[in-house]
Structure formats: structure tokens, C-alpha cells
């Protein structure tokens, strides 16, 4: 399939001849999920973000970001990040031939979203505060310097986002509610666009970790805890935007506990055959927890690959049956 750019050129802003930078993202799979349909009492399916080229739904927004920092002659990109962005950025900036500049929280990302933006070449800034602390930072060096800020705040990035909408309308028809773990917002944002210019409205359900849930409070939290890494951010850049895409729906914004999370995380991976990232289960968890509303049809966005963050999984199971190299031995373990 060709990239995103290419597949929806007439609505993104791109004209013919520029520049694209793509690694063939988006046109991911729209999973039917037979186990948590039964278990909520709707039609589910899932949106596998997790199998865009670097693992996340990032992809979709660093196509048109960093196309558009490339048409504007940026020598490098930046951002700040929970881990998804960063490897994002970084593979798109190594596809471009730009330098690629990432702030980390300390010691708060998934070792997989490392591991690929080091090898992606990106330089990578471990940052002695949160991701909170991270965008505030970027966005003053990156506007006082020649260097492209492609957090969500970038415009460029919710057009991205949001074809993945234009790909869920093009599967279902139609649809009733969307569920969405919201971190930073822009997804969200991105989402209600994209169903808004194809003349759809399903009703929105955002869901954040309980620890991290500054829309459900009303309120920025200072400091935000989940195990839930790429959503744990305390003050969303798109929080408007986000509150009018829940309210404008019908839908809502709701938390959801880290044993919810890692109860749906588990679920996923072992009655549907969908390994996802912690983050990506709160849409399924504030699925089975707070319902959607009613509604018959309903989609669950998973923003990312379980692969990205094997400390978590492996927190989550028993471990391997060690065994001697004989048949008896290898016999009684399997059987
Ligand atoms: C970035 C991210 C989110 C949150 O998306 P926002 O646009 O920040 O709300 C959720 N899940 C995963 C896996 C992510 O990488």
C-alpha cells in the first residue's frame, strides 16, 4: 500500500510535487474482536495501530510532519516524548536525512521505543523531569531556533492522525463510539476530524489513567503516574479540543485504574490474540468499565505494539517451564 500522503493527498495539506517522506504507514487493520464483543455486549473492533512502521500510531502524523519540515527546508526535527514519538521521529527523520532530536522523561520510557530511536540515530535527550517539563522545553528552544517542533501541537501532525478515521469509515460504513486512550489529546483531536470530514459523528469515549487523568478532574495533575507510560501526562496541550470532541459526540472522558488497564492488556493478548501496549488497553479497559454509551457498533483504538515495552509484559505472566534435555524431562513439561 502507499503512505498516507499518496492514499489521501486531495484532503491533506500536499500538493502534487512536494516532498514525502513516508515509510508506508497507515492502512492497518481493522480486527473484529469476537471474545470482547461477547464480553461487553457490542460488535468491537479494533484498530491495530501497533503494526505502523515503528509500532505506533505516530507514524501517521510524522509522515505529514516531517514532509512539511522538509518542504520548509528544516535541517532537523524535535520533540518531546513518552517513547512513541521519539521513535517515530526518529525513524522519519533517518528516512529524510535530517537530524532528529528527542527529550525523554528519566528513566520513564518503554525500552523498546529506546532502543529505536538510538538505532534510528537520533539523539536522544534524557530529560531530569517529565514529559510536561519536556514540551514546555522544546517548545522554547524550537522557537527561538531553526528546528521543527513535531509534537501534536503541530498542526501537521493531527492531519496525519486523523485518515485513520478515513480508513475506519471506509471499512465499517459506519460506526457508534469510538474508544481512544487520550494522553497529550492530539489523537483524539485528530480522530473527530477525520470522522467530521468524512460526515460521520460517532459518539467519543477518551479514557486516561487514573493517575493521569487531568480531563476527568478538570484540573492539570502535577505529577502523573500510570503504568500506562505513553499516556502518563498531567497537562494535555490539545485539552480544548479534546473536551469538544467528547462533548460535541455525546461521548465522554472517563479513568480507568492501572489493574483495569493490565487486566484488558492481558485480555486482549490472550482471548484475541492482540498483544498491545499497557497505554492502548485503557481504550478497551474504560470499554468494559464505563461502557460506550449504549452504543451497537463501537471501535477501540490500539495506539501500539505490546512489543515495545516487554518489561511490562513480562511483570504480567508466569515465566518460562525450565527443562532438562531428555525425553521424560521434556514429556512431563509438556504434557
Ligand atoms: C501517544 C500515545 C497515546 C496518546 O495519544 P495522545 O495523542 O497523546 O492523546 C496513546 N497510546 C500510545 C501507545 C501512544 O504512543
Known sequence: MPGLIERYRDRLPFSAGDPVISLEEGSTPLLFAPRLSERVGAEVHLKL???NPTGSFKDRGMTCAVSAAVRDGAEAVICASTGNTAASLAAYAARAGIRGVVIVPEGKIAVGKL???LMYGARVISLAGNFDAALTLVR???SVHPIALVNSVNDFRIEGQKTASFEIAEALGDLDALCIPVGNAGNITAYWKGFREVGLAPRMFGFQAAGAAPLVHGAPV????????AIRIGNPARWEQAMDAMTSSAGGVAAVTDAQILDAYRFLARQEGVFCEPASAASVAGLIAHGAGGAERVVCVLTGNGLKDPDTALSQVSGVVA???EISA???AVL
Open 323 to 325: 527443562c532438562a534435555a
Open 115 to 117: 532502543a529505536q530511536a
Open 49 to 51: 495501530e501497533g503494526l
Open 330 to 332: 521434556i514429556e512431563a
Open 140 to 142: 522554547q528552544v524550537a
Open 222 to 229: 502535577a505529577h502523573p503516574e500510570t503504568v500506562a507510560s
